[in-house]
């Protein structure tokens, strides 16, 4: 069974940092490409940022670009968000999505349960 | 970037009836790299229909997707209780783009 499990989220003031994380079992890490997806409160679903499977290569929204940085660890099965000069329009539970296969093109096909992030003084 | 609109924006319907959801894209869509998922309240997203029309596993038949090029359908037949959620389209070919939702109420 896939599971993807955050964690990492919290408070934080503007101008922080955070990292978050999302433990991945039931399939073989490497193979799949992985993503963000976040969710302002009461707003709809946004892709923030993806890794290919050997983790090589990465893409952000243009909203995140050089603010956040996304990596992987194969051994330890384990996707992270590193989030730098957070913002209030940062809020938001963000969601791990794995991708359907390790390069594009591919959909989300399980999602994690999502960890909330607060950025407020 | 190819943005994706979803209309209406809110569908009033009872269990039983047959629902028509909408996802425009502003460019076409290339190979039908369109994705629908459905979120319930609380909960996180998840898969309904991948490739245009493609069930993803476990869905039931009463989902269908259907369209090409930049106009995109989703249908469910016959609705049940659970199906009351809220219903957004992707497009994953390029830009990942997500449309801004459909909330099906009762």
């Known amino acids: 069974e896939v599971q993807l499990v955050e964690s990492g989220g919290g408070l934080v003031q503007p101008g922080g940092s955070l990292r978050l994380s999302c433990a991945a079992s039931g399939f073989t890490f490497i193979n799949y490409a992985m993503s963000w997806v976040r969710q302002a409160p009461g707003k709809g679903l946004e892709w923030v940022s993806a890794?290919?499977?050997?983790?090589?290569?990465?893409w952000f929204a243009e909203s995140v670009k050089g603010r956040f940085t996304i990596s992987r660890d194969n051994s330890k099965n384990t996707l992270y968000l590193q989030m730098n000069s957070l913002r209030a329009e940062d809020t938001a539970v963000y969601y791990c999505a794995k991708g359907s296969s390790a390069v594009r093109p591919y959909f989300f096909d399980y999602w994690g349960q999502g960890t909330l992030v607060t950025v407020s003084s | 970037e190819i943005v994706l609109t979803q209309s209406p924006g809110t569908l009033s319907l009872s269990p039983g009836e047959r629902a028509t959801l909408s996802c425009r894209a502003s460019q076409s869509v290339s190979s039908s790299y369109l994705a629908w998922y459905q979120q319930k309240p609380g909960q996180a997203p998840g898969l309904l229909i991948y490739?245009?029309?493609s069930r993803a596993t476990g869905i039931p038949d009463r989902f269908s997707g259907s369209g090409s090029g930049t106009d995109f359908t989703l249908t469910i037949s016959r609705l049940e209780p659970e199906d009351f959620a809220v219903y957004y389209c992707q497009e994953y070919g390029t830009s990942r783009t997500f449309g801004q939702g459909t909330k099906v109420e009762i």
């Open positions: 890794v290919s499977g050997s983790g090589e290569s990465t």
């Open positions: 490739g245009a029309s």
